[in-house]
């Protein structure tokens, strides 16, 4: 029995990906992939032989699709097209984001429409299962006709050019796959485009960075939980009548979550103990996380179908005898969500910057200035809020949608583009920075937790706090506090506070 990852086109899941991508499972073609690539590649084949005009097959590319190409020239058509199109800039991207893209790619070719010869499609599983990643940097796409640049100096490392990281060394293309024991590919007729012209980059950008949000998201009820018990918040306004009325599922299930969370808490109030009502930063807690987690979940259902999908050009419908030029290459579909993805976590920063801020502002926390012992002689968290405080400016900046922009090309015969790519890649950026204010907010709430009594704490709160504190000690004097920052931003990325808390009170909602 096969433990991998097997290909088929069809039932790829985003768990799967991260599996591949990000802990190195291997990966293999199933029979049936393998079937369904031969029968379009014979298509092609038949199509070349009968002299057919079909565009990228006979033809040009972009503007020069009125060129035809005789089949004695196709094998150098596609090859110029790699060499041509490898036109990104900038750093690369990890090998996390390009294995993810290979996968993706392969699995878009194991749909049987695209019509690579199967030992194309079985080269990138090899470079997949023996490590060899291909250079892709991370700029230059405008996510229509697709991810060209990027995915062009994937492909130049199949041919025994480009550059690549293989053993966690740099080398070239041909040097890498030469270590690893692939022979490099040629390719021949319609293969260059089929392997450049689709919405891979973006979709595995905006998938790795998903991903990880949907356990940000669930942090951020723990750390707002948190938060809640260091200010004696009230828990009435997380009853789930008050949420039902209203019934957002991810307004209902952040209310869920922080009322489980906080169970056994002594450290929470209710409505009129000590005041009527918290700040909308307590108060609407569920509703403002609930909106971001909407939208997260929306993003999730666009990436189960793109990843599933077919997106390259033209494509090829053996069965029927066709051939379709049209535009499933166009990132128009992720570019939206990609761009609803970075707006929906800059908004989870946002509130946890203004957590902070209540929890080191004395006239709104009733705790010690900054929380500090010694104020005055220390600074305590001063800095910390301004950290936070910088980072959510910037996630303002970076959440301008890419997709309402669009630059004609290719002689405006493609003349509105998606920048899908554009809005992945900022949307990770922006992932970043809320975790960093979310481990900001983690570190300000158990430092004002121990300035009351930490024993009360809740079932779930008290995970996160345990998990803190086996890392980072109480602040009673000034020290270096981006240490302390990196500690918990590792904590974050190994997911271990929503591991441990979902070990103790189940699966939190999304």
């Known amino acids: 029995m ?41 298509f092609v084949d038949e199509l070349v ?5 079909v565009y990228g097959i006979t033809t040009g590319f972009g503007k020069f699709s009125d060129v035809v190409i005789s089949k004695e020239e196709t094998t150098d058509l596609q090859t110029n097209l790699i060499i041509s199109h490898a036109c990104g800039v900038g750093n690369p991207f990890s090998e996390e984001i390009v294995r993810a893209i290979m996968l993706l790619r392969v699995n878009n070719l194991a749909k049987g429409h695209s019509g690579v010869e ?8 090899q470079m997949l299962n023996e490590g060899v990643h291909p250079i892709i940097p991370e700029k230059g796409s405008l996510g229509a006709s697709g991810d060209l640049a990027p995915l062009s100096h994937m492909v130049l490392v199949m041919l025994g050019l480009g550059e690549a990281i293989y053993a966690g060394e740099r080398m070239s293309g041909a040097e890498a796959m030469k270590r690893a024991g692939i022979p490099s590919i040629q390719l021949t007729s319609k ?75 002594s450290l929470t109030t209710r409505q009129g103990e000590i005041r009527v009502q918290d700040a909308y930063t307590l108060r609407c807690i569920p509703q403002i996380h609930g909106a971001s987690k909407d939208a997260l979940n929306y993003i999730v259902e666009r990436i189960n179908i793109e990843i599933n999908a077919v997106t390259d ?34 908004e989870v920063a946002n509130v946890a910057e203004r957590r902070i801020e209540r929890l080191v502002n004395p006239q709104l926390s009733g705790l010690p200035a900054f929380l500090t012992p010694h104020g005055g002689l220390h600074s305590g968290f001063m800095i910390a809020q301004y950290a936070a405080a910088a980072l959510v400016s910037e996630n ?43 481990a900001i907010e983690l570190l300000c709430a158990a430092q004002a937790i121990d ?12 995970k996160a706090y345990d998990i803190i504190r086996s890392e980072v000690a109480k602040i009673q004097e000034d020290r270096v506090m981006n240490v302390d920052f990196e500690k918990i931003y590792g904590i974050i990325k190994s997911n271990q506070i929503i591991t441990e808390v979902e070990k103790a009170l189940g699966e939190l909602a999304i």
């Open 396 to 438: 303002k900046v970076l959440a301008h949608p890419a997709s309402v922009d669009s630059i004609p090309s290719s002689a405006n015969q493609e003349d509105h583009v998606s920048m899908g790519t554009i809005a992945a890649r900022k949307a990770k950026e922006i992932l970043f920075n809320a975790q960093n204010v979310i």
């Open 191 to 265: 293969e260059g485009l089929a392997l450049i012209n689709g919405t891979q980059v973006m979709t595995a950008v905006g998938l790795i960075t998903a991903y990880e949000a949907m356990q940000l998201v669930k942090l951020s009820d723990v750390s707002a939980a948190m938060t809640v018990e260091a200010l004696r918040g009230i828990t009435d306004a997380f009853d789930p009548r008050l949420h039902q009325v209203r019934p957002h599922q991810g307004q209902i299930n952040t209310a869920s979550n922080m009322l489980r969370i906080l169970e056994g808490s």
């Open 49 to 53: 032989d009968s002299k057919k005009v």
């Open 118 to 125: 199967l030992k194309t499609a079985e080269t990138l599983v």
């Open 451 to 462: 300035f009351g009594d930490a024993a009360g704490l809740g079932v779930g709160t008290r």
């Open 313 to 346: 050009n033209p494509i090829l419908f053996p069965e029927d005898g066709v051939v379709f030029s049209g535009g499933n290459f166009h990132g128009q579909p992720m570019a939206l969500p990609f761009d609803f993805l970075g707006i929906a976590l800059s």
């Open 2 to 42: 096969y433990n991998g990852v097997m290909i088929d086109g069809q039932g790829l899941t985003i768990d799967q990906v991260v599996q591949v991508a990000r802990f190195g499972a291997k990966v293999a073609l199933t029979e049936g992939a393998k079937e369904r690539i031969i029968r379009a590649r014979k």
